[in-house]
């Protein structure tokens, strides 16, 4: 067997894949571009229809909704599952912090991952799980603070 390519190794230390085993994860690095992004180029825009994933290997971005900063995201990080998940626009823009690595995977190939590979499904679910428990906080502590005033 030969070495693992780099591009395999940073998919590999990336926490949503943990648990896929050799072979699959040699199945995503076969649908996954490797994409270089230069400090302040916007990635993906508020509102457009979505088609592709990214995953950061390496660098940062600003996850912006309705011209805020909501979000900083980095290595081990990936974003727009959920455009893909049901065909629906983008719900917030993302645009390079710094310089940036991503490996991209096309609307096609996400869906080919998702019918192969069982336990990306598990672990994109538990991502958004995470996200939605993340909002219900934040939700909750503005009415906190709108009770208060």
Request: glycine share 6%.
């Amino acid at each position: 067997m030969t070495a693992p390519s780099n591009n395999l190794t940073q998919i590999r230390k990336l926490p949503i894949f943990a648990d896929l085993t050799e072979e699959e994860l040699i199945e995503i690095e076969q649908l996954a571009d490797e994409v270089h992004i230069e400090k302040g180029r916007t990635i993906m825009r508020q509102g457009d229809l979505g088609q592709e994933f990214a995953l950061v290997v390496s660098g940062e971005a600003d996850v912006i909704k309705d011209a805020q900063v909501v979000a900083r995201i980095g290595p081990g990080d990936y974003f727009g599952e959920v455009a893909l998940l049901d065909s629906i626009i983008r719900s917030a823009s993302v645009v390079a912090a710094t310089n940036m690595t991503l490996e991209v995977i096309d609307r096609r190939g996400f869906h080919t991952l998702l019918d192969d590979i069982p336990g990306l499904s598990r672990a994109l679910l538990r991502g958004i799980a995470h996200r939605l428990a993340e909002r219900e906080e934040e939700i909750e502590q503005l009415r906190v603070e709108l009770s208060q005033r």
